[in-house]
């Protein structure tokens, strides 16, 4: 599975983007994918999760309620809606899939990574 993030750019606080994550392979629908971000200094952390039927999604505490995880697996995508959003949610945002969700969220040696892109809100 291959994987690869778009979407990022320049954006001032209060206003939106959104990431989107394209997979290949034939399994690609049959994992469990996740976002993530990495802020200069900072350690990467989990954002969302989804899993593979898209039934089920998760967030992490600094995003809930403004960001919003979502799949299409007909089109092998998985997109990330970011509203509302602040300075610091300045980040490279890399897309994961993996078979287990809960790895995804809680941490783990994850099965395939994107390449991630850039998001930068200004105040």
């Known amino acids: 599975v291959q994987l690869q993030a778009s979407g990022g750019g320049l954006v001032q606080a209060g206003g939106s983007l959104r990431l989107a994550c394209s997979a290949s392979?034939?399994?690609?629908?049959?994992?469990?994918m996740g976002w993530f971000r990495q802020a200069p200094g900072k350690e990467r952390e989990f954002v969302a999760a989804?899993?593979?039927?898209?039934?089920?999604?998760y967030y992490a505490d600094s995003v809930k309620g403004r960001f919003t995880i979502s799949r299409d697996n007909a089109k092998n995508t998985v997109d990330l809606q970011m509203n509302s959003l602040k300075p610091e949610d300045t980040a490279v945002y890399y897309c994961?899939?993996?078979?287990?969700?809960?790895?995804?969220?809680?941490?783990?040696?994850?099965?395939?990574w994107g390449k991630g892109t850039q998001v930068t809100v200004s105040s």
């Open positions: 994961a899939a993996d078979g287990t969700v809960s790895r995804i969220m809680y941490g783990g040696v994850l099965d395939y």
């Open positions: 989804i899993n593979w039927s898209g039934s089920n999604t």
């Open positions: 392979g034939r399994t690609s629908s049959r994992y469990n």
